[in-house]
């Protein structure tokens, strides 16, 4: 049952102190998306990738958030420095774009943040 | 106007009920729909895609009315299981022929013994 992997499951930091999370997509799958979830905002879209190729991060605080994918089983999302309002559960998805505007995700199990 | 709007709830409702959620979208171009299901501390998981012709999966009916732009879920002969947060998310143009799935906030049901 292939599956969407994040690591690590929860962490706990300080403010100012650098966070990378790591994701390995469903072997096959073309596009990686980055969430944050927080009950307020519910699921934003961090950033986007097709194909390794990042194509939205609009979404993304750029001063201090970064999103990579060094290989096509491998998706980082780093935060440098973390402040206390980066403290959400970051989702990890992958799926496979057959086609512009019919995609179905499949979601890793998130981490969770606390910046102290 | 948000692009996808839910109403948060929570439904409260018995056991063996049937309820209905709904679920608005503001871009006449989008192209996809689907509803996923979150359970307390856990991923979004996809529920079922919405077409056209309305699509039933068990107890689960998932209809979509472009000219009014909105889609809906009604589950059947609730069960305690069915418990979660409803997200309903639509895939809507983000320019340059790309598209991206935007969730809504999501509707909590509750199914009480």
């Known amino acids: 049952d292939a599956r969407v992997t994040q690591t690590p499951r929860h962490k706990v930091t300080e403010m100012g102190q650098e966070v990378t999370m790591r994701c390995q997509p469903i072997?096959?799958?073309?596009?990686v998306f980055w969430y944050r979830q927080t009950m307020m905002q519910g699921l934003e879209l961090l950033a986007y990738?097709?194909?390794?190729?990042?194509?939205?991060d609009s979404g993304m605080p750029k001063d201090r958030f970064s999103a990579e994918m060094p290989d096509a089983t491998l998706a980082t999302l780093k935060i440098q420095p973390s402040e206390p309002r980066d403290s959400a559960v970051y989702f990890c998805?992958?799926?496979?774009?057959?086609?512009?505007?019919?995609?179905?995700?499949?979601f890793g199990p998130g981490t969770r943040l606390l910046v102290l | 106007r948000k692009e996808v709007e839910q109403d948060p709830g929570p439904f409260n409702v018995p056991e063996g009920a049937t309820v209905a959620f709904n679920c608005t979208y503001s871009?006449?171009?989008?192209?996809?729909f689907f509803w996923y299901r979150q359970d307390c501390r856990k991923e979004p998981k996809l529920l079922m895609s919405v077409y056209s012709s309305g699509n039933e999966d068990g107890r689960f009916t998932a209809q979509l009315n472009r000219a009014s732009q909105y889609i809906s879920l009604l589950i059947r002969d609730s069960k305690l299981s069915d418990s979660a947060t409803y997200l309903c998310v639509v895939n809507i143009p983000s320019g340059a022929g790309s598209y991206q799935l935007t969730f809504g906030k999501g509707t909590k049901l509750s199914v009480i013994p």
């Open positions: 990738f097709r194909n390794r190729a990042p194509l939205d």
């Open positions: 871009n006449s171009a989008s192209q996809s």
């Open positions: 072997l096959g799958h073309n596009t």
């Open positions: 998805a992958s799926g496979l774009a057959l086609w512009a505007g019919q995609e179905t995700q499949y």
